[in-house]
Nanobody
Framework: QVQLVESGGGLAQAGGSLRLSCVAS????????LGWFRQAPGKQRELVAR???????NYADPVAGRFTISRDNTKNTVFLQMNSLKPEDTAVYYC????????????WGQGTQVTVPS
């Protein structure tokens, strides 16, 4: 089994920055997919960004150009650098694992709150 532990998040002013980290441990496959999702109150969970072990990156339109996803394969860690934060970025952010470069599993992190006051 794979476990995901997130860190980072918190409170940031509009226009500010935050950085999230997620460490994957356990039976992590060398070819995998890691990504970030978010869920705002009353809304469905949505993809923010994802990155494969090969380095293929995808972003959701609302964050493209502001957020950067990266990873350290030696540490099975994925990062989300969030710049130019907006109040609409307020949500619980979740890390997710996939057992292949284009596959998702149902393995999620515990979530970390990001709050950007209006």
């Amino acid at each position: 089994q794979v476990q995901l532990v997130e860190s980072g998040g918190g409170l940031a002013q509009a226009g500010g920055s935050l950085r999230l980290s997620c460490v994957a441990s356990g039976n992590v496959r060398s070819a995998n997919l890691l990504g970030w999702f978010r869920q705002a109150p009353g809304k469905q969970r949505e993809l923010v960004a994802r990155i494969s072990s090969e380095g293929t990156v995808n972003y959701a339109d609302p964050v493209a150009g502001r957020f950067t996803i990266s990873r350290d394969n030696t540490k099975n860690t994925v990062f989300l650098q969030m710049n130019s934060l907006k109040p609409e970025d307020t949500a619980v952010y979740y890390c997710r694992y996939g057992p292949g470069p284009t596959l998702w599993s149902d393995i999620w992190g515990q979530g970390t709150q990001v709050t950007v006051p209006s």
